[in-house]
Antibody, heavy 121, light 110 residues
Framework: EVQLVESGGGLVQPGRSLRLSCAAS????????MHWVRQAPGKGLEWVSG????????GYADSVKGRFTISRDNAKNSLYLQMNSLRPEDTALYYC??????????????WGKGTTVTVSS | QSALTQPPSASGSPGQSVTISCTGT?????????VSWHQHHPGKAPKLMIY???KRPSGVPDRFSGSKSGNTASLTVSGLQAEDEADYYC??????????FGTGTKVTVL
């Protein structure tokens, strides 16, 4: 079964850091680009960051550029999001998502259940 | 990277059709074929309903269809059913490894 499981969320003070993880199983992780998408309370979906299968190309939303870093460890079938200088507006449910096809950056087809990040003093 | 514009809400009676628009720019919706639509029920993971403007993943009913004209994409749900009540989001590749989602539309089945 194809599965994505996020972890690492929690309550953190403004200005601090947090690292999210996404464990992938049921498919050849090395062959797929991956994305992070978030949903703030009462708000819509917001794309956060994406990374190609070989980490060769990476993108960030303007709202997180310079503060968040996406990475992956294909040997561990894992995706990460290092979040620094966190702000209250980063409070959200963070999903990791996989595109529909191998070597494809587009069309997020498989989603995890998400991990909640709360930034508050 | 501005969010794509969707109407906040749409509604229809069972059996009717509803169409949701998604307006972007030539740098996203108008510039690429990589427009998708997701259905999102609260508390659940989003579900891909349409990809590459008009393609349906296996398992998605043919009541769901997508199209695009210029900088505006559309999702039509025909033969509305109670289980179609959800939030719907469009998304588009926006170049330079970036992506953008729409503002979301809450579909209500009356």
């Amino acid at each position: 079964e194809v599965q994505l499981v996020e972890s690492g969320g929690g309550l953190v003070q403004p200005g601090r850091s947090l690292r999210l993880s996404c464990a992938a199983s049921g498919f050849i992780f090395d062959d797929y680009a991956m994305h992070w998408v978030r949903q703030a309370p009462g708000k819509g979906l917001e794309w956060v960051s994406g990374i190609s299968w070989n980490s060769g190309y990476i993108g960030y939303a303007d709202s997180v550029k310079g503060r968040f870093t996406i990475s992956r460890d294909n040997a561990k079938n894992s995706l990460y999001l290092q979040m620094n200088s966190l702000r209250p507006e980063d409070t959200a449910l963070y999903y990791c998502a996989r595109p529909k096809a191998p070597y494809y950056y587009y069309c997020m087809d498989v989603w995890g259940k998400g991990t909640t990040v709360t930034v508050s003093s | 990277q501005s969010a794509l514009t969707q109407p906040p809400s749409a509604s229809g009676s069972p059996g009717q059709s509803v169409t949701i628009s998604c307006t972007g720019t030539s740098s996203d919706v108008g510039g690429y074929k990589y427009v998708s639509w997701h259905q999102h029920h609260p508390g659940k993971a989003p579900k891909l309903m349409i990809y590459e403007v008009s393609k349906r993943p296996s398992g998605v009913p043919d009541r769901f269809s997508g199209s695009k004209s210029g900088n505006t994409a559309s999702l039509t749900v025909s033969g509305l059913q109670a289980e179609d009540e959800a939030d719907y989001y469009c998304s588009s590749y926006a170049g330079s490894n970036n992506y953008v989602f729409g503002t979301g539309t809450k579909v209500t089945v009356l």
